[in-house]
């Protein structure tokens, strides 16, 4: 009887499961289903070589596309070092009971649950109005130069916003790193900060660059923290500097839907919009993805 009993539980348990898997990737699928119907037709090498044309209700996305992925490269060039070495600091430098490694913990949580769109005004006061204005007085511009919207305030104000991601996986990669490994380094003669560059590091770059994974997945897609750090409504031209606007896909994808003068009209280049922006998303988790999967093979034959 309790054997039958403890069946029918762990039945149960598995389908509930297997119930609640399914339904996400049923969702995932129907939204992707309904992206790719009403965009798939759209999609064009015109689409995505040219600028927007007839007040946005014709042409293409291009100066979007390539703002979205300059943006993108700049945030994980931002977050990446200074996420690392915090999370590495946290880890092996720190003592655990410290009064500064708590502060930056509860700094990091903190910012994991802060709204996008204070980032947006964050980035807006401190990096535009008191870094940028600094930057002009200092550098002796008469005119508005730094202290003005651009891709890499809104790149530092992304890499802001994903910082949290980054320091948590690292720190998760380095705990999982066995305490065999660092103890046979140190008894062979090894430094701490030795061990650290050639053993534990290469044993955490896989969870590391998981953590790359998941911050360009969350800053690829975030619309909030740009509004008001670079992102243009309509600009044709590509950013040519670092502090010039751009169009953003995510943004693009907010005015066609909002702002045409007729919905109807633009729907078609709403959803290849979308549909681009997800393909763009997934392309570059897919080039981290083999990153760290050939990373690991190399560790994995190392061992």
Known sequence: MKHATRRVVGLSLVSLTGLAAFVIVAMLALILLDVVKGGASHIS???????????????????????????TLL????VMPVGVLTAVYLHEYAPPDGKLARAVRVAVA??????????????????????????????????LHWAQPGILWASLT???LTLPVVIVSTEEALRAVPLDHRTASLALGA??????????????????????????????GEVAPILFTGAAYF??????????QFMHLGYHTYVLATQSPDVEATRPLLYATVMVLLLLTFALNLV??????????KAASGH
């Open 158 to 160: 992304l890499a802001v």
């Open 235 to 244: 600009l044709p031209d590509l950013p040519s500097s670092l502090n010039s």
């Open 45 to 71: 090498w015109k689409f995505l070589t040219e600028s927007p044309t007839d007040g946005m209700m014709g042409g293409g996305i291009f100066p979007a596309l390539f703002g979205t992925a300059a943006l």
């Open 191 to 220: 430094t701490q900060s030795q061990t650290l560059a050639r053993v534990v590091l290469p044993g955490a770059l896989p969870g590391i660059l998981t953590g790359a994974v998941l911050a360009i997945s969350r800053g690829a």
């Open 110 to 143: 903190n910012l994991a649950g802060v709204p996008s769109i204070v980032f947006g005004l964050f980035g807006l006061g401190f990096f535009i109005l008191f870094v940028g204005k600094g930057l002009d007085r200092a550098l002796g511009y008469e005119e």
């Open 288 to 297: 981290a993805v083999l990153i760290r999967t050939r990373t690991r093979r």
């Open 75 to 78: 945030m994980t060039l931002a």
